[in-house]
């Protein structure tokens, strides 16, 4: 059985820091590309930062230089290490896992930056 299981999220200030990690079971994880998405009420779900089974890592431009994608293939996570939060970053952040065939999700974390 697939599980990805987010963790971290909360309450985080502007200028302030929060990190979320998801952790992966029943996939061989170094295969899969890690994403990871938020959707903000009355928004459509979006790509914020992923990272390649090789390593390599892309962002959305609003969270360049502010959020950093990490994985780490021996504990089967995935972290997103978000700085600088800013209150548009106020969404749920879902966690994704996907190759050409399959794509998993998990069940999502609230971040919230406000004051």
């Known amino acids: 059985q697939v599980q990805l299981v987010e963790s971290g999220g909360g309450l985080g200030q502007p200028g302030g820091s929060l990190r979320i990690s998801c952790a992966a079971s029943g996939i061989i994880f170094s295969f899969y590309n890690m994403g990871w998405y938020r959707q903000a009420p009355g928004k459509q779900r979006e790509l914020v930062a992923s990272?390649?089974?090789?390593?390599?890592?892309n962002y959305v431009d609003s969270v360049k230089g502010r959020f950093t994608i990490s994985r780490d293939n021996a504990k089967n996570t995935v972290t997103l290490q978000m700085n600088s939060l800013k209150p548009e970053d106020t969404a749920v952040y879902y966690c994704?896992?996907?190759?050409?065939?399959?794509?998993?999700w998990g069940q999502g974390t609230q971040v919230t930056v406000s004051s």
């Open positions: 990272i390649t089974s090789g390593g390599y890592t």
């Open positions: 994704n896992g996907r190759t050409t065939l399959t794509s998993y």
